[in-house]
């Protein structure tokens, strides 16, 4: 039973490798993220710290709008999370405690955590000598932030009312 358990991972994990980064998951709704007042793109450094203007691939981030754990994946189907200090993560398939969801306001789609839309973008050299990492409400080691909105844009997949 360990085997197949094994085998069974194993081919997730290289299906999961081998999808290309623009793909959206089946039964997803896939977007990239902007800034609303800086217009800038949020991008993923290797340790899964989401960054803004930090010379990056920009991210590209999914929800399972029909699951009503509305757990955020980035790319490589890590689940997204603020972790203890606030920075927000995507590191491990396993989710967080956070729910996310999408929602329209005006012409804009936001990204929503936990019911509210406020992010904050903080300077720390200590993630990225580029660029600011992007934290939740509270974000308990860095200095330096603004407040920061997240709209979603450049939808694929199954994305029901936010596309167009």
């Known amino acids: 039973m360990k085997s197949f358990t094994l085998i069974a991972l194993f081919c997730t994990l290289a299906t999961a490798a081998v999808l290309p980064r623009d793909a959206a998951f089946k039964n997803h709704c ?5 800034d609303v007042a800086s217009g800038a793109t949020v991008q993923e450094n290797s340790n899964g710290n989401l960054l803004l203007n930090a010379g990056k691939a920009n991210g590209l981030f999914c929800i399972d709008l029909s699951n009503s754990q509305n757990i955020l994946r ?3 189907y890590n689940a997204c999370f603020l972790d203890p200090r606030g920075a927000l993560k995507c590191v491990d398939p396993t989710p ?3 729910s996310w ?11 929503h955590h936990d019911g509210g ?3 904050n973008s ?6 990225s000598a580029k660029g600011t990492v992007l934290y939740g409400d509270k974000h308990t080691d860095a200095t330096t932030c603004k407040k920061a ?3 979603a844009r450049d939808f694929k997949g199954t994305c029901k009312n936010f596309k167009g």
């Open 122 to 127: 903080c300077s720390q050299t200590s993630l």
């Open 101 to 111: 969801t999408l929602s329209k306001s005006g012409s804009n789609t936001l990204l």
């Open 117 to 119: 839309s406020t992010f």
């Open 74 to 76: 980035d790319s490589a």
């Open 96 to 98: 967080g405690f956070q």
């Open 30 to 34: 896939c977007f990239t993220l902007q």
């Open 149 to 151: 909105t997240l709209k």
